[in-house]
């Protein structure tokens, strides 16, 4: 069965850069049946899609986010993270790692970590 | 790019009852529409694909609806452990969307 778990710093310093891992058990982050997915959510309110990577690197962002956003997969280490630059106040939220299928037919996140919140606050 | 309407966004109901959220698209997704359960504290978890298609275990009470830019997720006969948010999400773009959550209350 596949299980995600995100680590990470739980406070962060506004300016500074947020950096996530997501340890992949059950599947290979090599595998070709899945998309690696961050998702967040703020205190209080709703989900909002970060971006999601394929095992060859291609990666895809919320338009929204894609100038601070970087996530990458290391397969050596069956693991995907996140990188969020040059955070404030509004970065502040649960993040999950989660997957999709590998193809439109599959994209909805039948996976999800537990989730880790993340407080950017100096 | 594609938003996501949810209505209502609160909803008040009692155990017994029969519920049902509606999920409006900026423009058709097909069928691409999943629906998920949240409960305070916990990740989402999927309930319904593809439109109308139950996951595994999913109870049979859930009900999704819908295609083109207008779907609908019932939830007959409610149960206790039913009373948490809800929230769509479209996938027939790789960079999804969800809509803002309906919070499903007991009256």
């Given at each position: ?7 990470g ?20 982050t ?26 060859s ?10 100038s ?6 290391d ?8 990188n ?24 909805y996140?039948?996976?999800?970590g537990?989730?880790?919140l993340?407080?950017v606050?100096? | 790019d594609?938003?996501?309407t949810?209505?209502?966004s609160?909803l ?19 069928g691409y ?5 949240q409960k ?14 139950l ?5 049979s ?17 409610l ?25 499903l209350?007991i009256?």
């Amino acid at each position: 069965q596949l299980q995600l778990q995100e680590s990470g710093p739980g406070l962060v310093k506004p300016s500074e850069t947020l950096s996530l891992t997501c340890t992949v058990s059950g599947a290979s982050t090599s595998s070709t049946d899945y998309y690696w997915a961050w998702i967040r959510q703020p205190p209080g309110k709703g989900l909002e899609f970060i971006g999601t990577i394929y095992h060859s690197g291609s990666a895809y962002y919320n338009p929204s986010l894609q100038s601070r956003v970087t996530i990458s997969v290391d397969t050596s280490k069956n693991q995907f993270s996140l990188n969020v630059k040059s955070v404030t106040a509004a970065d502040t939220a649960v993040y999950y790692c989660a997957t999709t299928g590998p193809d439109i037919l599959t994209g909805y996140y039948d996976s999800w970590g537990q989730g880790t919140l993340v407080t950017v606050s100096s | 790019d594609f938003q996501m309407t949810q209505s209502p966004s609160t909803l008040s109901a009692s155990v017994g009852d029969r519920v049902t959220i509606t999920c409006r698209a900026s423009q058709t997704i097909s069928g691409y529409l999943a629906w998920y359960q949240q409960k305070p504290g916990k990740a989402p978890n999927l309930l319904i694909y593809q439109a109308s298609s139950l996951k595994t275990g999913v109870p049979s009470r859930f009900a999704g609806s819908g295609s083109g830019t207008e779907f609908t997720l019932t939830i007959n006969s409610l149960q206790p452990d039913d009373f948490a948010t809800y929230y769509c999400q479209q996938y027939t773009s790789i960079r999804s969307t969800f809509g803002q959550g309906t919070k499903l209350e007991i009256k």
